[in-house]
C-alpha cells in the first residue's frame, strides 16, 4: 500500500470490524496522531471486508 510504503500510519476499518471496536479505533488514531505529532488516515470500507 501506498501509505506503508510512504511510512504514513493508517488504521483500516471494514466490515471484518464489529462496530463495537469502531469508536475504540478512532480514540486510537486520534491519540497516536496527537502523541506523535504524525498524520495519520483512518480508512473505512463499508462495501466490504
Known amino acids: 500500500m501506498i501509505l506503508d510504503g510512504s511510512g ?3 488504521f ?3 466490515g ?3 462496530i463495537s471496536e469502531w ?3 478512532i480514540v486510537r488514531a ?3 496522531a496527537h502523541t506523535t ?3 495519520i488516515f483512518v480508512l473505512v470500507n ?3 471486508g
Open 37 to 39: 505529532h504524525r498524520p
Open 12 to 14: 483500516g476499518l471494514d
Open 30 to 32: 486520534e491519540q497516536f
Open 23 to 25: 469508536a475504540t479505533t
Open 46 to 48: 463499508l462495501m466490504d
Open 8 to 10: 504514513v500510519r493508517w
Open 16 to 18: 471484518r470490524t464489529p
